[in-house]
């Protein structure tokens, strides 16, 4: 199975942070609010990636 990764959208993402509320253990913030993603999303933690994309209210995070 490959690994999957966190991707942003970026036009979309308004950097409202509510990503690193969801998933802190891969997602950090800039100093302006937006997603810094930390690699691959490893097995254990894919359910929680699923469910910040699907948290993300501009809809600009998907799971590949």
């Known amino acids: ?3 999957s990764r966190l991707r942003v959208d970026w036009p979309s993402c308004q950097g409202r942070g509510l990503c690193h509320e969801l998933l802190p253990e891969l997602i950090s913030l800039d100093e302006w609010g937006y997603p810094i993603i930390a690699g691959e999303v490893p097995p254990e933690l894919v ?3 699923r469910r910040t994309v699907s948290g993300c209210p501009r809809l600009a995070l998907r799971l590949v």
Do not use: G
Request: charged content about 0%; proline content about 33%.
């Open 1 to 3: 199975m490959a690994p």
């Open 47 to 49: 359910p929680a990636a």
